[in-house]
């Protein structure tokens, strides 16, 4: 996807995949996402890459949302994400190494905001959320914790621990039509469901 050429990067159209979905199109990663950190950092104008090969689609506006599904790291690739993007969502797996570092990540977050003024970052959502484990509570306390000291908005919907997700997963199935062609009720689609909306409504709130 990189190309040599800075003045002449790859068309990204190209790599955009139509699926049997109304209105959803997606690039799939693949083992050579691996490798893309060193490709990067050999790279001119490395931290504006994507922003480059990104840019004309954006200009044709297309889409009404384009979403990144980032590894969490803090390394270049999420460097340039963070460059051309409007908001940041921060999920959270509600467990105590979970926790751990979400100051790290969000001091990564603000000082991306110094270079992309447009950068919100909408929340932070509790993900993998089991109750029945103590230690998710402790987790939950710590959070809200950092989310008031932060003056980070904490989503009010949670999405639940189920094994529904890795099925689908395994099925490349969305969940929904996972949950409709097993005939299973997931916990975690309907949690999906109602943040979707919370979503919606908080990034219709930003932008006034």
């Known amino acids: ?43 001119s104008y490395r931290e504006s890459l994507l922003k480059t090969l990104f840019n004309p689609l954006l200009e044709k506006g297309i889409y009404d949302y384009i979403i990144f599904d980032c590894n969490p790291n803090l390394g270049i690739t999420n460097i340039n994400i963070t460059e051309i993007s409007n908001f940041v969502l921060i999920p959270v797996e509600l ?28 929340g932070l959502l509790k993900s993998n959320v089991d109750q029945r484990y103590s230690m998710n509570n402790i987790a939950d306390k710590n959070l ?15 999405i639940s621990t ?13 969940l929904g039509e996972y949950e409709k062609h097993n005939k299973v009720y997931s916990r975690a689609r309907e949690d999906f469901k109602n943040f979707t909306q919370e979503l919606i409504d908080r990034v219709n709130y930003i932008n006034g």
């Open 1 to 43: 996807m990189l190309s040599d050429d800075f003045e002449n990067p790859s068309n990204i159209e190209k790599y955009m995949l139509k699926t049997e979905y109304k209105n959803l199109d997606i690039i799939i990663s693949d083992y050579q996402m691996a490798t893309i950190e060193l490709d990067l950092l050999i790279k």
């Open 162 to 174: 189920d094994s529904n997700v890795g099925k689908s997963q395994l099925e490349q199935l969305p």
């Open 95 to 122: 467990s105590p190494f979970g926790v751990m570092g979400m100051n790290v990540l969000i001091d990564f977050i603000k000082n991306i905001q110094a270079t992309n003024t447009k950068l919100e970052i909408l």
């Open 144 to 158: 809200k914790l950092i989310s008031e000291k932060r003056d980070l908005y904490l989503f009010e919907t949670s």
